[in-house]
């Protein structure tokens, strides 16, 4: 069965400062890996998927991720973070033919400081 | 357009007592899931319908919960007895069918409390 971890619980960071949240899955065949946020009371939005192709993603609110088979990784990046950016983010995995099954991570929660 | 809509967004009850959780998805989508989430266990999933068929529900913690799709636009989960240790958020969510889209749009959740 397919699995993700986030090792990270909490992470802190500046406003203005980079960020990279990781995430490894396993799964014997190429996954569908994607990363999605949780803003406190809300339900989750997709923030970037990969499917197959180029390994590095563009997501919406200026956030990327790269794919790296050889370290069953996906991590999550942005250049510079804004305070609204605080939120739980959740990477998840999805398998072929599992339909739109996802098997989610842990979550790992952004604390933005100003 | 309208999201997933999930009804109610809180609930206290008391042990023993039987709670519905209701879960209207968004239109023309054809995949219906119930996700729980708890700090201990995080977003673990429940059960997933497709055209309105229970496609997995290895997920269903017990006899004690059922999940039901009756037509293409509502779904109820529901548990009794209920038990503290249900105590969770409920989420639903909906997508189209197909992988290729991979987007689960989620409702604002079920907050459950158990005492």
């Known amino acids: 069965a397919q699995s993700v971890t986030q090792p990270d619980i909490h992470i802190t960071v500046s406003e203005g400062a980079s960020l990279e949240l990781r995430c490894n899955y396993s799964?014997?065949?190429?996954?569908?890996l994607f990363w999605y946020v949780q803003s406190p009371g809300q339900g989750l939005q997709l923030l970037l998927k990969y499917f197959s192709g180029d390994t590095l993603v563009q997501g919406i609110k200026g956030f990327e991720a790269e794919f790296k088979r050889s370290q069953s990784s996906f991590n999550l990046r942005k250049p510079s973070v804004h305070w609204s950016d605080a939120a739980e983010y959740f990477c998840?995995?999805?398998?072929?033919?599992?339909?739109?099954?996802?098997?989610f991570g842990t979550g790992t929660q952004l604390k933005v400081e100003l | 357009d309208a999201g997933v809509i999930q009804s109610p967004r809180h609930e206290v009850t008391e042990m023993g007592q039987e709670v519905t959780l209701r879960c209207k998805p968004i239109?023309?989508?054809?995949?219906l899931f119930w996700y729980r989430q708890t700090m201990m266990r995080g977003l673990e999933l429940l059960i997933y319908f497709n055209n309105n068929v229970p496609i997995d529900d290895s997920g269903m913690p017990e006899d004690r919960f059922s999940a039901k799709m009756p037509n293409a636009s509502f779904s109820t989960l529901k548990i009794q007895p209920s038990e503290p240790r249900d105590s969770a958020v409920y989420f639903c969510?909906?997508?189209?069918?197909?992988?290729?889209?991979?987007?689960?749009?989620f409702g604002e959740g079920s907050r459950l409390t158990v005492l």
């Open positions: 239109s023309g989508h054809n995949s």
């Open positions: 998840a995995v999805g398998i072929t033919g599992g339909g739109n099954k996802l098997t």
């Open positions: 969510a909906s997508s189209l069918g197909q992988l290729n889209t991979g987007e689960l749009f």
């Open positions: 799964y014997g065949a190429t996954p569908y």
